[in-house]
């Protein structure tokens, strides 16, 4: 079954850590979106990309970093420069813009 | 920057009653989403309109472009659809940069 894979479910990152979050997609999909979620607020996108090779920032893309190297795959870095890592990732894909996103399971990240 | 409002934040409804979800939001928009998330986390799109209605089981979600207004309704409700709700819309310019998102409707249905 095609989908969103991201991995892991939990994450603990140590401070001055960097981690990774890994996102994959088998659906064919050009456009990919990471999105941050805190209690109480809706999602906020943090970086998006239309097409591989070409990302864009997001509302609150400070302290992270992507990359965009094969269609399937968009990786996302909380770097320490990011102050306040604890939240829940989701990343998503869609064909193109415009057009109805899917989600993976996402990724909570906490700070030890 | 588009402002979406959903209300009511959360709502508590009796299995069998009809329920009613609204997004309202500030600017014009390229369409609107309605996605469901289970307590898992994980995130399902619903329904994607830019006019009209449209109906997909015990789920129906109308808009209204004129008043910026949504809404979502749950035929026949079962515990099953207890959830949260979110309301979300794509910019005018097609939404390519993502989409803005409320902050959700918690919905529990008791048996």
């Known amino acids: 079954d095609g989908g969103i894979t991201q991995s892991p479910k939990y994450l603990f990152r140590k401070e001055g850590q960097n981690v990774t979050l890994s996102c994959e997609q088998n659906?064919?999909?050009?456009?990919m979106y990471w999105y941050r979620q805190d209690p109480g607020q809706g999602l906020r996108l943090i970086y998006y990309?239309?097409?591989?090779?070409?990302?864009q920032k997001g509302d609150i893309a400070e302290g992270y970093s992507v990359s965009r190297e094969k269609k399937e795959s968009f990786p996302l870095t909380v770097t320490s420069a990011q102050k306040n890592p604890t939240a829940f990732y989701l990343c998503?894909?869609?064909?193109?813009?415009?057009?109805?996103?899917?989600f993976g399971d996402g990724t909570r990240l906490s700070i030890l | 920057k588009n402002e979406v409002e959903q209300s009511p934040q959360n709502l508590t409804a009796q299995e069998g009653e009809f329920i009613t979800i609204n997004c309202s939001y500030s600017?014009?928009?390229?369409?609107l989403h309605w996605l469901q998330q289970h307590p898992g986390g994980g995130i399902v799109s619903l329904f994607m309109?830019?006019?009209g209605k449209k109906k997909h089981g015990r789920l129906i979600a109308t808009i209204n472009i004129q008043e910026k207004h949504s809404s979502l309704h749950i035929t026949a409700s079962h515990p099953r659809d207890s959830a949260v709700y979110i309301c979300?819309?794509?910019?005018?310019?097609?939404?390519?940069?993502?989409?803005?998102f409320g902050k959700g409707t918690h919905l529990i249905i008791q048996p």
């Open positions: 998503a894909s869609s064909i193109g813009p415009n057009q109805p996103q899917h």
């Open positions: 659906l064919n999909h050009d456009a």
């Open positions: 990309s239309q097409i591989v090779n070409d990302f």
């Open positions: 600017v014009g928009i390229s369409a």
């Open positions: 309109l830019s006019s």
């Open positions: 979300a819309v794509g910019s005018p310019g097609g939404g390519a940069d993502g989409l803005t």
